[in-house]
């Protein structure tokens, strides 16, 4: 989810809106981090144009639909820019840019806010796929370093895992306001019936109800 300023919120929700036909594309340097136009080494749309202060050339032809996912795979996207005039060519090639590993940024503006937009994607470039007299295709897939992630786990026990009279056993309460049961006590058995004896349930993190999977079969 973006966040977005008040006046672009009020066009958004509006039904008529001035929102033009014409995304900006800004591509900007694997070192660089603010993500901002005035960062960027190149910015294209479809047509020449000035937003937020800053010029962008009209060398964009169009892009296919950004593709989004819930799995394990990356979001993507293709862009293609016009070579007609041998400019994007030159830029991969003369001037010695290596595109792959440049971040890219797709933006959408509305005609009336010059300091607002709608970030579509933004992801890492990979090499140009197609280069030809007329056109470049770069591919580019959603800057993220990994979709593997180590999630904390805690085993499926009806026990209580924590540590008796320590600080999550506590509750973040002082051990004086504590039924006096708990206080004398000097262990525990991490049962649910024990921690109930104790008036500290609130604070019990095992699993009474465990789910069982399996296939049984019965005769009738």
Do not use: H
């Amino acid at each position: 989810m973006q966040n977005c300023g008040t006046a672009l919120l009020n066009i958004l929700q509006s039904a008529q809106r001035d929102l033009p036909d014409v995304d900006l594309f800004e591509f900007y340097p694997p070192t660089e981090t603010q993500l901002t136009p005035g960062n960027a080494e190149r910015r294209f749309a479809a047509t020449e144009l000035i937003w937020y202060g800053w010029k962008y050339d009209r060398q964009a032809i169009s892009r296919r639909d950004v593709s989004r996912f819930v799995d394990g795979r990356f979001n993507s996207v293709a862009l293609t820019l016009s070579n007609i005039d041998r400019e994007i060519s030159a830029w991969l090639t003369l001037g010695g840019t290596a595109i792959e590993g440049y971040r890219v940024v797709i933006r959408m503006i509305s005609r009336s806010v010059s300091n607002d937009s709608i970030v579509l994607f933004v992801g890492r470039c990979d090499r140009p796929s197609e280069i030809d007299n007329s056109t470049v295709v770069i591919n580019a897939q959603q800057d993220l370093g990994s979709i593997e992630n180590d999630l904390p786990w805690q085993q499926f026990s009806p026990r209580c895992p924590l540590k008796f009279q320590g600080a999550e056993c506590l509750a973040g309460q002082a051990l004086a306001s504590k039924s006096a049961a708990y206080q004398a006590a000097t262990n525990c058995n991490k049962s649910w019936a024990q921690c109930t004896e104790y008036s500290n349930t609130k604070a019990f993190q095992g699993f009474r109800y465990n789910y069982v999977s399996g296939n049984f079969k019965y005769k009738r």
